[in-house]
C-alpha cells in the first residue's frame, strides 16, 4: 500500500486534485511506489505491458529505437504526469523505453486494474484521453517542424518547449530542470550531435544560452524564440533586459512625399510644365 508520503505528493498534483479524500483512497487501491536511480530503467521497448504510472517525482526519458537502430528521444516525463499506457491504447507491449534521468519515484498500478481504475473515476479517464490527445499533438507538431522547419529552428524550440515545461531559474537565466546532453537534444529534432554542439556553441557567443555538460542555461528567452521564429508581429522587446542581441529591426518608414517644386519666378497658381 503507498505510503502516506505518496498520498500527499498525489493530493498536490494536477491530475488527482479534483478527487476526495475517499476517491483517492479508492484509486490508490493496488498501486505500489517505486524508487528509480538515475540512470535506471522503468520498462523496455518491445516489453509485455504489465503496469501503468504516475510519475511523482523526479524525471524520466522516453525514447525509441528505429527498425534502423538509432534512437530518438519521444519525449520527457514531468511530475504528475501518466506513462506506460499501453493498455489504454489497446496494446500489449510497451512501444518505447523509459529510464531515470533524475532519481524518481512513481506509482505502479497493474495493468489489469485499468478498466476499474478510469471506470470508478471519470476525472483520470478524463486526463488520460487528455494526456493521450496531447501527445498525439506533439508527434503531429514534430513531424511538421522535420518535414518544414531548419535545423536551427527545430533545435531552438526544442529548447524553448523544455525551458517552458521544466525550467528553474539560476543566476545567469533558466536552466532545464534535469541532465540533457546534446546527443539527447540531437535525438529530439533528428538531427547530428555535431549539428547541435554547433549551434549552441554559436549561441553561446552570442549571449543566447549557456551550455556544459548535461546542462542548458536558457539566457535570452526573446532571441531564441526569434531564432525559432515563434515571435509575434507586434512584439517590441526593445526595453527588455534578456534580449541580449538586440530587438528585432523595425521596418522603414515610408518617405512623406514633397511637394513638386515651382519653376523660378512663377506665382502659387503656375505650376510648371
Given at each position: 500500500m503507498p505510503s502516506p508520503l505518496c498520498h500527499a505528493l498525489l493530493r498536490n498534483l494536477e491530475l488527482f486534485k479534483p478527487l476526495s479524500d475517499a476517491q483517492l483512497k479508492s484509486a490508490l487501491r493496488g498501486a505500489q511506489p517505486c524508487r528509480l536511480?538515475?540512470?535506471?530503467?522503468?520498462?523496455?521497448?518491445?516489453?509485455?505491458?504489465?503496469?501503468?504510472?504516475?510519475?511523482?517525482?523526479?524525471?524520466?526519458?522516453?525514447?525509441?529505437?528505429?527498425?534502423?537502430?538509432?534512437?530518438?528521444?519521444?519525449?520527457?516525463?514531468?511530475?504528475?504526469?501518466m506513462f506506460g499506457l499501453a493498455r489504454a491504447m489497446r496494446q500489449s507491449r510497451y512501444p518505447a523505453t523509459v529510464e531515470a534521468v533524475l532519481e524518481s519515484v512513481c506509482l505502479a498500478w497493474p495493468d489489469a486494474l485499468w478498466e476499474r481504475f478510469v471506470g470508478n473515476h471519470p476525472q483520470l479517464s478524463a486526463m488520460a484521453l487528455q494526456t493521450m490527445g496531447q501527445r498525439l499533438q506533439d508527434a503531429h507538431l514534430r513531424i511538421q517542424e522535420l518535414s518544414t522547419d531548419e535545423v536551427e529552428q527545430r533545435v531552438a524550440r526544442t529548447i524553448l518547449r523544455l525551458v517552458e515545461s521544466s525550467g528553474q531559474p539560476t543566476a545567469g537565466g533558466i536552466g532545464i530542470g534535469f541532465p540533457i546532453t546534446r546527443q539527447d537534444i540531437a535525438e529530439m529534432t533528428g538531427t547530428t550531435l555535431h549539428t547541435v554542439s554547433r549551434l549552441l556553441s554559436d549561441w553561446r557567443q552570442r549571449g543566447i544560452v549557456d551550455s556544459s555538460r548535461k546542462r542548458i542555461v536558457l539566457r535570452s528567452p526573446a532571441a531564441l524564440a526569434r531564432v525559432s521564429g515563434h515571435v509575434q508581429a507586434a512584439m517590441d522587446c526593445s526595453g527588455c533586459a534578456s534580449c541580449i542581441d538586440g530587438a528585432p529591426a523595425k521596418a522603414a518608414q515610408p518617405a512623406r512625399a514633397q511637394p513638386p517644386a515651382r519653376a523660378p519666378g512663377r506665382g502659387p497658381a503656375q505650376s510648371a510644365a
Open positions: 536511480v538515475a540512470g535506471a530503467i522503468a520498462y523496455r521497448q518491445g516489453a509485455m505491458a504489465s503496469h501503468f504510472f504516475v510519475l511523482l517525482s523526479g524525471r524520466l526519458k522516453v525514447a525509441q529505437l528505429t527498425a534502423e537502430g538509432e534512437q530518438v528521444v519521444v519525449r520527457y516525463v514531468n511530475p504528475g504526469d
